[in-house]
């Protein structure tokens, strides 16, 4: 059975915590009583993050079990509806009605059961995607991409630098007949999209930092005139990440618990 290293820690002041955890590129964070629950890569980068996080909070490094993630995360067993578009595991009876997304959980980050998946998840469908090339960075479950093709977008691609994650995503690929067509790739998106081609829309749900530190390689995904979606950011990280996308207009915002969504029209050529 696969275990994944994790950190639980206990601070009070959350926003500053998952600003410094931040640095140590997380694969996913549960929120807890009095804390959270950090999912790294390896135990090294584990292990680096518990020694940098310790002064003055309690940090407990743990191995999580494919089975204990699934039976900690009770949330996962419930579907989620987003505007037109329902997230549902494979146990639970389709909706009838609207857009349906099969979502097996696991570790792959993107149930819909996050602020910031919603709100991603808005977003897309604030816009007219049909026939529109979308690139969903730091793809996960593969949940947004999925949505994406769902609603019309055409072509899709799903990146992440997480093998485990682009396994589940096209494991989840294959549970939605609809969305097929859908690519999953797996490496750095800047590595990945040097070589590709800019699309009308990218979605990143990543974290503050790294919109603000990888703000050219996110821009260099979208053409000119195009809507870079971005979240995973926090309420009080909202202006560096504006502010790391000069000449790009901010067509819209929306939050959840403290989460922001933003959606930045790319400058057009001129
Ligand atoms: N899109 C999903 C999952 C978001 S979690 C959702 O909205 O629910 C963020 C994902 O980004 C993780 O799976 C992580 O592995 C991936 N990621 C982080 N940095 C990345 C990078 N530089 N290149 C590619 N993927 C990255």
Redesign the pocket.
């Known amino acids: 059975m696969k275990r994944y290293p994790a950190l639980d820690i206990l601070d009070a002041d959350i926003d500053l915590l998952l600003a410094d955890l931040d640095e140590h ?1 997380p ?2 964070i549960e929120e807890r009583p009095g804390g959270i629950r950090a999912f790294f890569t390896t135990a090294a980068a584990r292990d680096a993050a518990a020694r940098a996080l310790g002064g003055g909070r309690r940090v407990e490094p743990i191995e999580v079990s494919d089975e204990d993630w699934a039976r900690c995360s009770q949330e996962h067993l419930t579907a989620v509806t987003v505007g037109r578009i329902t997230v549902t595991p494979p146990w639970l009876a389709a909706e009838p009605n609207g857009l349906v997304i099969v979502i097996n959980p696991s570790m ?3 149930t819909g059961h ?1 602020p ?2 919603r709100l ?1 998840l808005d977003a897309l469908q604030q816009l007219d995607l049909a026939g529109q090339a979308v690139l ?6 593969g ?2 991409a999925l949505a994406a093709r769902l609603l019309g977008a055409d072509p899709v691609v799903g ?4 093998p485990d ?1 682009i396994a589940s995503a096209a494991e989840n690929l294959m549970l939605n007949r609809a969305a097929s067509g859908v690519r999953f790739l797996t ?4 590595a990945v999209m040097s070589t590709g081609t800019p699309a009308n829309v990218a ?1 990143a ?2 974290t503050g930092a ?1 919109l603000v530190r ?1 703000a050219r390689a996110l821009s260099a995904c979208v053409r000119p005139g195009g809507r870079l979606i971005v ?2 950011l926090l309420d009080s990280e909202r202006a560096g990440v504006v502010g790391a996308y000069p000449g790009w207009t901010l067509e819209r915002e929306r939050q959840e618990e403290g989460w922001v969504a933003l959606v930045l029209r790319s400058p057009a050529r001129v």
Do not use: P
């Open positions: 590129g694969t996913a792959g980050f993107g996050h910031t998946t991603c969903d960075v730091g793809t996960g479950s949940v947004l990146v992440d630098n997480d994650a490496g750095d998106f800047g979605v749900n990543l790294v990888e979240s995973g």
